[in-house]
């Protein structure tokens, strides 16, 4: 088991041991250089007092009177805190003594001058030299020695201060730099995504809170890539699957859009959004204004039984619900994918609607222009034509006329007074306002205004669904329904007529007018009629025909019957 230290405290040991040496070293330096500061100033001193001795035999001998001030100035010297030195605790013993000894022989060497015993001083004053001169020896000696021992202390220091760097830089290697060595080495290998490597073993805490730190850090890596690298292919299947459902989405669209809408074309792409989403049944609900409603069931049909619970998407647009997509899975329906084909399918709708719109107004706005130029010219030209007959007849009348001119003029008057009539009734058909792409709106527009003219019961049975039809027929349509009504209201004299508009077995539209007037008589007496010939004529350009028979109860139906433009629904 390795015991653990703390790294700091190593460090910090290492660096205290550092301040102390270099500490210890200073100090002494410094309690060296202040012990040796007057070791120059006792030296001088210590010489001076040769000097004075020989210029106090001197000035005995020559100028007695000097002799006391010069014994003073000896002894200011002998006395003075340079040479006091010698006595303090840290100075030789040698050199305390020497010192001593200075003072003693100077208390035998003051007596002889003071007792003016020449010839004694200067016999002793050579052994009194000798003596100051070994005085001054051994302040030299102890200077030398202070300064010898300064330096050793230094060199010493700073070898024991290398040899503790170089251990601490060796054991700081061995401990710490390379286990840091070794954490590098594996934090690069993370850094490359391998996640299984092994940490250093230390006897220090913090290097070993370091390793379980970062192999921590790198099982829970590991954790996170194994997670992510299974989110990554997550979100590539996602993507996947939404740009196949793009693509699915915009080859609907091309495919909705290639050619006019037709539920042959609904029916195809929800075959194919049945087949992409592998649901059980899918159907759409098209509801239109007149509260009907259609429905386009995928391929397999939809289940009669209610026990399946289905989804159902909204068609909607402007706040108008146009129907509805309705789903029936065992799995969860992918409402994204879903809300978007409906979404779709609204503004493919929409977009059929306001085309089929644009289309009536734009025929019903061609009819207003031929009416108004049928009204400015033809019309204009038959009232002429009629104020000018009624004024030959009246011109006629008065010069005398003939039976066989009267009749002719007659016939005339009967011609041009028809083709006005038949040219009214063509301009109020043109005339009709369909401000919606809806026949029945426009049957009913048309019937409010045959109302005004008559006092016959007029009904309309209106279930035809709006896909069978395009918006260029509703004028054809208009027109023989009117043309019809016009004959059974002025002709026929019915008090009650029935408009009926369904799909026939066969599934083609079928429009009967059924009235209970005169009968088909007066059909066949107004046979050759133009009106007639018109009826004809507009059931050739839908491709159907129209039929007059004879109802059982009286009174006659006629029959229109066309191919629709779309095939008819499966539901």
Not at 159 to 184: C, D, E, G, N, Q
Request: one cysteine or more; a neutral charge.
């Amino acid at each position: 088991m390795i015991k653990r230290g703390s790294l700091t405290s190593t460090i910090l040991g290492l660096m205290l041991v550092f301040i102390l040496l270099s500490s210890s070293l200073a100090l002494y330096a410094i309690l060296n250089l202040s012990i040796s500061i007057g070791d120059a100033k006792a030296i001088n001193a210590s010489g001076s007092l040769r000097m004075q001795s020989y210029r106090l035999m001197l000035a005995a001998q020559n100028k007695p009177e000097t002799t006391p001030e010069k014994i003073i100035f000896f002894e200011q010297t002998l006395h003075s805190e340079a040479l006091q030195r010698s006595l303090n605790w840290y100075s030789p013993e040698q050199l305390s003594d020497q010192y001593l000894l200075v003072i003693e022989r100077w208390q035998s060497m003051r007596k002889f001058i003071e007792t003016k015993d020449l010839t004694s001083y200067r016999d002793s004053l050579k052994d009194f030299v000798d003596t100051i001169d070994t005085l001054v020896l051994k302040m030299e000696q102890f200077a030398a020695l202070k300064l010898r021992w300064l330096v050793i202390s230094q060199v010493s220091g700073l070898i024991l201060m290398l040899l503790i760097a170089i251990f601490a830089v060796s054991y700081t290697r061995k401990k710490v730099v390379k286990p840091l060595k070794h954490l590098m080495n594996s934090a690069e290998t993370i850094s490359k995504g391998v996640f299984d490597v092994d940490m250093p073993k230390t006897e220090y805490i913090e290097l070993t809170a370091l390793s379980r730190a970062l192999k921590k850090i790198t099982t829970e890596l590991s954790t996170l890539y194994r997670d992510l690298e299974g989110q990554v292919n997550e979100k590539t299947l996602a993507l996947t699957r939404t740009n196949n459902e793009l693509n699915f989405l915009y080859d609907s669209l091309v495919n909705l859009h290639a050619d006019q809408l037709e539920y042959k074309t609904l029916k195809e792409s929800l075959d194919q959004l049945k087949r992409f989403e592998r649901i059980s049944h899918l159907r759409i609900v098209i509801e239109h204004t007149d509260e009907t409603s259609d429905v386009i069931e995928a391929q397999g049909g939809w289940p009669e039984d209610n026990n399946y619970k289905s989804v159902a998407f909204p068609l909607m647009i402007d706040q108008r619900q146009l129907g509805q997509l309705e789903v029936i899975s065992d799995k969860r329906p992918n409402h994204q994918l879903f809300e978007n084909f409906a979404l779709m399918l609204t503004r493919s709708i929409t977009i059929h609607n306001a085309t089929e719109e644009r289309q009536q107004l734009a025929l019903m706005e061609e009819r207003a222009v031929i009416a108004r130029e049928l009204h400015d010219s033809l019309g204009q030209l038959l009232s002429f034509l009629k104020i000018q007959v009624n004024l030959l007849t009246k011109s006629l009348k008065r010069h005398g006329m003939n039976e066989e001119v009267e009749k002719q003029i007659n016939e005339i008057n009967s011609g041009v007074s028809t083709a006005y009539s038949q040219l009214r009734e063509l301009l109020s058909t043109f005339r009709l306002t369909i401000k919606e792409p809806d026949l029945k709106h426009g049957i009913e527009v048309m019937l409010e205004q045959l109302k005004s003219q008559t006092k016959a019961d007029i009904e309309l049975d209106y279930k035809l669904p709006p896909h069978l039809m395009q918006a260029k027929q509703h004028i054809h349509i208009l027109q023989i329904t009117r043309e019809a009504t016009l004959n059974a209201i002025k002709h026929a004299n019915a008090s009650e007529i029935v408009i009926r508009c369904h799909v026939d077995d066969k599934g083609n539209p079928n429009i009967s007018i059924c009235d209970n007037g005169k009968g088909i008589e007066h059909i066949k007496e107004r046979d050759q009629h133009f009106g007639i010939g018109i009826m004809h004529e507009r059931a050739n350009k839908l491709n159907g025909k129209v039929n007059f028979h004879s109802n059982m109860e009286g009174g006659t139906t006629v029959n229109l019957s066309f191919p629709p433009q779309q095939e008819p629904l499966n539901g």
